[in-house]
Structures are given as C-alpha cells and as structure tokens.
C-alpha cells in the first residue's frame, strides 16, 4: 500500500440532499476533490459545473460544453437519488419507535422552587417529539425547561423536561365521635401529590406528562 504522506489523493463524493421524496425536494451534488479540497462540483439545483480551483474552473468549462456529460449527471437525480430515496422512506424514515418514558422526583440546586420533577423520554425515532405537563387537564408552562433531542448514536434519541414546583400542603380534617371534637393534621405533597392530578399520558408524537 501506498503511504498516504508520499501520495496523492483524488476521490468523487455524489451526494442525494432530500426533505422528501418528491423530486422538486431532491439535490444530486457531484463533487471532485485532490487532497481534501474540493475543486469542481455538479449541483442538479443549478445544472451545471462550478470550479474552485484554476484546475476546477478549466475542467467545469470543459465538461459544461459536452452535451453527452451534461444530460447524464442532469439525470442523476432521478435515476440514482430517487430510486435509494423512495427505499429510505419505505424501510426507515417512516417508521417510529414508541418512548420509553420516565417520571422522577429530585431536589434543585437553585431556582425558586424547592422541589423539581423531571420526565426523561429515551429510545424514540423519528426525532420530532413534544413534552408538555399538565395539571388539572391544563397545560402547565411556567417554570418548565427542556433539553433539545439528543442523539444516542443508533438512530435513536432522548429529550429531558423539568418542572421546578411548590408542593402543596393539605389539610386533613378527622372527626373524633367519641370525643365530639375535630382535630387537623398535615402533610406535604409528594411526587404523585401535587393536587393528584400530575399523571403520564403518551399518544402520537406527543408526551403529556
């Protein structure tokens, strides 16, 4: 093998840049490096040759010239892109893993509430996803930070939401019959006491928590 620090390197990358499948969605990039650096590209968006270097500009006049070149890279994005695009879609991009979902209790290091819920989604595909708390059936959006999805590296990803909140104190009140005479007693909310109304509900894309 040739030692690559007394050699030369010249390679051909073609690119399929895509949102969706449709072809006006699609852009075949074509392009030619020497040593790392790119000196012509073919971009279908344009439909010609684009040189970067003297060598590059020669060689894209060159090749813009020749009508046989030309309508075989202009057909690329139909013939290369789309086809692989179309088995992208129907093997991949349009199926979806369900979340794994987390609820937990921890105690803030700062902020101004004295307690903090954070509910941790791992394992999802596709990246697109919404978090949102509710309490009484109405979404709560104060004091609420997320994450952005985080990539696991295996197609799948993780998002974490916080909920710093004030627990509640609820009065008890206990009848005595023997004694005729009532007695209160409290206690502070935890986790699942937070008017007993925070509760995990997941459908579609969405995770309620």
């Not at 129907?90 to 004295?114: A, C, D």
Request: a negative charge; glycine letters at 4%; hydrophobic letters at 30%.
């Amino acid at each position: 093998m040739l030692p690559l620090s007394n050699g030369f390197i010249h390679y051909i990358l073609n690119r399929c840049l895509f949102n969706s499948s449709d072809l006006k969605d699609i852009e075949n990039i074509y392009s030619y490096y020497y040593n790392k650096e790119e000196f012509l590209r073919f971009s279908s968006s344009s439909g010609k040759f684009v040189g970067y270097t003297e060598l590059g500009v020669k060689t894209a006049e060159r090749a813009n010239n020749d009508p046989e070149q030309m309508s075989s890279r202009r057909a690329e994005k139909e013939t290369i892109c789309k086809p692989n695009i179309d088995g992208d879609y129907s093997t991949i991009l349009t199926k979806s893993v369900q979340p794994r979902v987390r609820v937990q209790s921890l105690e803030p290091s700062g902020g101004n509430h004295p307690a903090m819920l954070i509910c941790s989604i791992y394992d999802f595909y596709p990246k697109k996803i919404k978090v949102s708390w509710l309490q009484d059936q109405e979404e709560v959006s104060s004091d609420v930070t997320s994450t952005a999805e985080m990539e696991d590296g295996d197609w799948f990803y993780q998002i974490h939401s916080y909920l710093e909140y004030t627990p509640r104190i609820l009065y008890l009140s206990q009848e005595e019959n023997s004694l005729q005479q009532s007695s209160s007693s409290t206690f502070y909310s935890q986790i699942n006491k937070r008017g007993r109304n925070l509760k995990a509900l997941m459908h579609s894309r969405s995770i309620h928590v």
